[in-house]
């Protein structure tokens, strides 16, 4: 998750940017989607939220040297009071219950 901040005066920075970063990620593999997402409470601040097939995937492309290229346009648009941050999926519930089976579930019981 990348936060950040749209500059005084140029509020759809960051949407424009996103747009220009997301087309050309479009095919990257292991990258699924991400998603661009607005504070109700403060319009000018926004999160990049990207979801991946696996950490091995996102550390790939991460390590990959156009990794910084692509994505630095962004950086200028830094949240300063936030830092980006990885998150791992531990579960995950749909409208018909659970997405993934429970890991837990996966482990035999001691006879």
């Known amino acids: 998750m990348i936060w950040a901040v749209a500059p005084e ?9 996103y747009h220009q970063i997301s087309e050309a990620l479009v095919g990257t593999p ?14 000018s601040r926004f999160v990049v939220v990207s979801e991946w097939t696996n950490m091995s995937d996102f550390v790939a492309w991460e390590q990959d040297a156009r990794h910084k290229p ?12 936030r830092r980006p941050v990885i998150y791992e999926e531990v579960a995950a519930y749909g409208e018909a ?9 996966l482990k035999e019981t001691a006879p």
């Open 30 to 43: 292991g990258l699924l989607g991400n998603h661009l997402m607005r504070s109700i409470h403060d319009p």
């Open 97 to 105: 219950g659970p997405l993934h089976e429970r890991a837990d579930s």
């Open 70 to 81: 692509t994505t630095s346009p962004l950086r200028s648009f830094h949240d300063p009071e």
């Open 9 to 17: 005066g140029r509020p759809g920075a960051v949407e424009e940017t």
